[in-house]
């Protein structure tokens, strides 16, 4: 895909304030709530390329609630969202992969009618050697919008089909914003001398079938049979079905998406024997991305249930994944199928 892929020039602004034309009734709070995450997500962009000489690279001393010892970027990344929303009049709660329970919006300030969830660093493991981190957001409206009062833990545990928006920042050799409002997946880079995220790629659309596939193969022999025999299939000498696939699994789940998204393929992240119910989490990674892969042309499930369609109990739910091109996730489904 080239590097630019657009006939005109438009910020991200500009382009949420033109997506206002398919919801009549808008009344500018929803642009304006994009305008807080998007600045979160420029100062994050910022000090993860500073990381080392702000001395919050490596560990602090506490755990989240996964029982997964902190990143220091990642401490400061959830305080930077938390800051850039908890003010604005537009949210009545928020949800993080790093706090424990629901994030309520403090009282002195007035309460929305969305909800905003959010991985606020992906793939903090790979912080300290400089690969490919990111953050990943996803947005609800409240159940009650006339309700003025805080939000509850069942404005959190919604079902990602009921999702008005979702994204995911990769802080790269560039820094990308994927986007969609379910009118299709935009996908913009940052202009650092200017400040601002221009429009780069206009309603991508991945590819039926791709000839990568990306998954922890470390895990194998943790695997279902089922799955064991995709994989040994995937290896196969097989021209004219693009086979055997490429090994392609950098470990962040944003930047393995943000490559099947490109190109196509499958990205895997399964049960095994000792993680029965899978490792992701669903309301903070699945199902902001399986909203992005869906609206791109893609496929995104548990292997057996559409992602966007599993109803979440607790906040903290996990869940098997298995999302990217719409062949080859259909293929490993049948595979699963298979006793």
Sequence with gaps: MSFLKVSRLVTIERHIAEEQQYHPTATGEYSRLLRDLTLALRIIARDVRRAGLNDILGMTDSTNVHGETVKKLDEFANEVIFRAMDHGGHL???ASEESEGIIQIPQEYPKGKYVLLFDPLDGSSNIDV???IGTIFSIYRRLDPSSIDDGTEE???QPGFKQVAAGYACYGSATTLVYTS?????VFTYDQ???DFLLTHEKVRMPHKGKIYSVNEGYYLRW???LKRYIDYLKENHAETSRPYTLRYIGTAVADIHRTLIYGGIFMYPADSHNPHGKLRLLYELNPLAMIIE???GRATDGYNRILDIIPTHIHQRSPVFMGSLGDVLEVEYYLSQK
Excluded: F, R
């Excluded at 379910?182 to 935009?186: I, K, L, M, Y």
């Design 92 to 94: 009545c709660v928020m």
């Design 130 to 132: 400089n690969t490919t």
């Design 155 to 157: 404005d959190v545990l």
């Design 182 to 186: 379910g009118n299709g997946v935009d």
């Design 193 to 195: 001398t200017i400040g």
């Design 224 to 226: 279902s049979d089922g």
């Design 295 to 297: 609206q791109a042309g």
